[in-house]
Each structure stands twice: as structure tokens, then as C-alpha cells.
């Protein structure tokens, strides 16, 4: 499960906190070609689209039903700022699905954990 394999939900949770479902992404990769990241994760964030607004979330998990829902895009490495052009596209496209979006950071130990695996 990660952010290269579209036909996978990589996670998902609740946020006991704001009464959300969470749809995670796993993002292991670093962004040294950032064109190709932001196209890939577009991918697998246009397959979440759909696993929400074709029903299959409601159906996996009916307890999501009247809960609010959200993205987190998870990254093993911090996202340049000058992909916030990105995230705000997300944004706006997710809203009218009621779809919260963010990217999420991991703690700087575990991103060195990452970029030595990759």
C-alpha cells in the first residue's frame, strides 16, 4: 500500500477529535522530481474520489456513514512550498465531495528511517 498503487486505499481511520473518517495516503517518496509526484499522487487521490462518491466506502464501512471525511496525505519527506498551489486544487476539488485534504509530515526520525529505505 502506498501512494504509487491507485487501486488501494493505503488507510483508513477516525479522528475521534473532529469526528472524521481518514483516507490516508502513504507518501514514501522524496520529491526530486516534483512533476512526477504531484502527478502520481493525483492519481491515487482521484481513485480516493471515487471510492467515496461510488459508494464503496459507505459500503465497507457503514459506521462512516454520518461522519465527516478527510484526506491525509502522510510523507515520509516535507512537501516544497511550492506544491501549495497543489494542495489548495485539492482542496477546492474535494469540497463540494464534503472532502477534507491535508499533508501530513512524519516525525523527522522516521523520514530518515524512509529515505534510507528508498
Known amino acids: 500500500m502506498s501512494i504509487d498503487n491507485p487501486e488501494t486505499v493505503d488507510g483508513i481511520g477516525f479522528d475521534k477529535t ?24 493525483q492519481n491515487k487521490i482521484n481513485a480516493y474520489f471515487n471510492f467515496v462518491t461510488s459508494g464503496q466506502l459507505h459500503e465497507m464501512h457503514p459506521e462512516a456513514k454520518d461522519k465527516g471525511l478527510r484526506i491525509d496525505c502522510i510523507c515520509s519527506f516535507p512537501a516544497p512550498d511550492s506544491t501549495d498551489w497543489f494542495a489548495e486544487e485539492v482542496r477546492k476539488a474535494a469540497a463540494p465531495l464534503n472532502i477534507g485534504f491535508n499533508f501530513q509530515t512524519l516525525a523527522p526520525e522516521a523520514s530518515k528511517i524512509a529515505e534510507q529505505s528508498s
Not at 473532529?18 to 499522487?41: A, G, K, P, Y
Open 18 to 41: 473532529t469526528d472524521e473518517v481518514v483516507l490516508m495516503i502513504s507518501d514514501h517518496f522524496n520529491w526530486s522530481d516534483e512533476q512526477l509526484h504531484l502527478s502520481i499522487l
